[in-house]
């Protein structure tokens, strides 16, 4: 405002002498225009150096501040997202999602252990004569000897298969899994330093396959992918909450008291499996039924890895 003041008051003045005549008069009012001129300018200069210095002392530090306190609090979000939120999430499918086993087939690739818990262990088997690595697997599968662990997943086959369809025949198909997954870990151990498997009565429904650096559960449990064959899968990232949930909750299944604990190696002979196979499944293998068993596992490999677009 002052300057304003001082602008218009220099501006009159130089008018007003420039009508006057020459004299001390004109002299005088030239003067008083001239100085306030020269006072507004300098009023101006030096409001803007003390505007200036004042932002720096004052808005930029504030303005600092706030993009300290909005880093924070993207680094936080980063972190909460790391812990809580998955990586990536595939929806069910009636078919095998190449991206889904490209990306899981990495991890694999990359890993020293794999933890497997899920029904019958084939696609843990298949996975596995995949690759050319060695590594420990550890694997949780359900009790041919239990109803329940045979109950939990026809029930869900169930709920996307015709109301006609016999509950006995999948039941008894589901006990031919089981048996054909046995046969492709026996098959796998050349793949692995060591097979551990465990045998648990009714086991999560829900698939799990965890790596050094991923963890991948698959939603059985989930009824909105129920009409689908292969139902929604979300991966998480190592030291995630999830991650550690389950690799505590893995741990507890693979260790329980009250599940049967096998081990096959690659010294372990066909003669050894069929004992073995006999212990887990309390049915006899002939060398004939182990033949057969053997090419269901290697036909199913081969579908699996066709439709997944894994190669062979």
Same mark, same amino acid.
């Given at each position: ?22 004299? !001390?008069?004109?002299? @005088? ?13 300098? *009023?101006? *200069? ?17 303005? +600092? ?115 054909? *997954?046995?046969? *492709? ?52 990232? +190592? ?6 949930? +389950? ?33 887990? !499944? ?10 057969? @068993? +053997? ?18």
């Amino acid at each position: 405002m002052l300057l304003t003041v001082l602008v218009v008051i220099a501006v009159l003045s130089l008018w007003i002498s420039s009508m006057m005549d020459a004299g !001390t008069g004109k002299t @005088l009012v030239t003067s008083l225009g001239t100085g306030t001129l020269i006072s507004a300018l300098v *009023g101006f *200069g030096q409001t803007l150096i003390t505007a200036s210095a004042s932002q720096r002392a004052m808005v930029t530090p504030l303005i +600092e501040e706030s993009r300290r306190a909005l880093e924070d609090l993207s680094a936080e979000y980063r972190s909460l997202n790391k812990e809580f939120f998955p990586t990536h999430v595939f929806d069910a499918t009636t078919d095998p999602d190449p991206a889904f086993n490209r990306m899981l087939m990495s991890d694999l690739d990359n890993t020293r252990q794999y933890f497997f818990r899920g029904f019958s262990g084939r696609h843990a088997a298949a996975r596995l004569l995949l690759t050319r690595t060695d590594r420990e697997l550890h694997a949780v599968i359900a009790d041919p000897r239990d109803a329940g662990s045979i109950s939990g997943r026809a029930r869900y086959l169930l709920r996307r298969e015709a109301a006609e369809v016999d509950y006995e025949a999948i039941q008894s198909g589901l006990h031919e899994e089981i048996h054909i *997954g046995l046969v *492709g870990l026996f098959l796998a151990r050349s793949r692995c330093a060591q097979v551990d498997i465990t045998v648990v009565a009714d086991p999560p429904l829900d698939r799990l396959e965890m790596f050094d650096a991923s963890v991948w559960v698959t939603l059985y449990s989930d009824v909105r992918g129920a009409t689908k064959l292969y139902p929604r899968s979300l991966r998480f990232t +190592e030291g995630s909450f999830i991650y550690n949930m +389950e690799r505590a909750e893995f741990l507890r299944l693979s260790q329980s008291r009250t599940g049967r604990h096998f081990r096959i190696t690659s010294a372990t002979t066909r003669a050894d499996f069929l004992v073995l196979f006999e212990k887990i !499944t309390g049915s006899d293998l002939s060398e004939e039924n182990f033949r057969d @068993l +053997e090419g269901r596992f290697h036909a199913f490999r081969a579908e699996f890895s066709a439709r997944a677009e894994l190669g062979s």
